[in-house]
Nanobody, 129 residues
Framework: QVQLVESGGGSVQAGGSLRLSCAAS????????MGWFRQAPGKGREGVAA????????YYADAVKGRFTISQDDAKNTVYLQMNSLKPEDTAMYYC??????????????????????WGQGTQVTVSS
């Protein structure tokens, strides 16, 4: 059973930066997809970024391209989301997710929550103007 624990959320002013971390445990396979989703109050869950450990393939939602960077540390089984130039519209609960296979995003389609089987509890990010 894959377990995911997020950390690094908080409150920041617009233009600031935060780095989210997701520590994964409970799996032994080498190739896994890790992703970050977010959900703002009253809105659906939105795919933000994803990475495939097999070849480092990445996905970014249009809303965060050029501002957010997803990366992984295999030695620590940890995935990071570096968020720069934060905007008030980035305010949301951010969730880490894991998948045993590559989802549709890997082949250029949109990232969907149904592509991921395991989820963390979430960490809140609040950006004030």
């Amino acid at each position: 059973q894959v377990q995911l624990v997020e950390s690094g959320g908080g409150s920041v002013q617009a233009g600031g930066s935060l780095r989210l971390s997701c520590a994964a445990s409970g799996y032994t396979f080498d190739n896994i997809c890790m992703g970050w989703f977010r959900q703002a109050p009253g809105k659906g869950r939105e795919g933000v970024a994803a990475i495939y450990s097999g070849d480092g393939g990445r996905y970014y939602a249009d809303a965060v391209k050029g501002r957010f960077t997803i990366s992984q540390d295999d030695a620590k089984n940890t995935v990071y989301l570096q968020m720069n130039s934060l905007k008030p519209e980035d305010t949301a609960m951010y969730y880490c997710a894991a998948a045993l296979g590559r989802g549709s995003w890997y082949w250029g389609q949109e990232m969907h929550s149904f592509d991921f089987e395991y989820w963390g509890q979430g960490t809140q990010v609040t950006v004030s103007s």
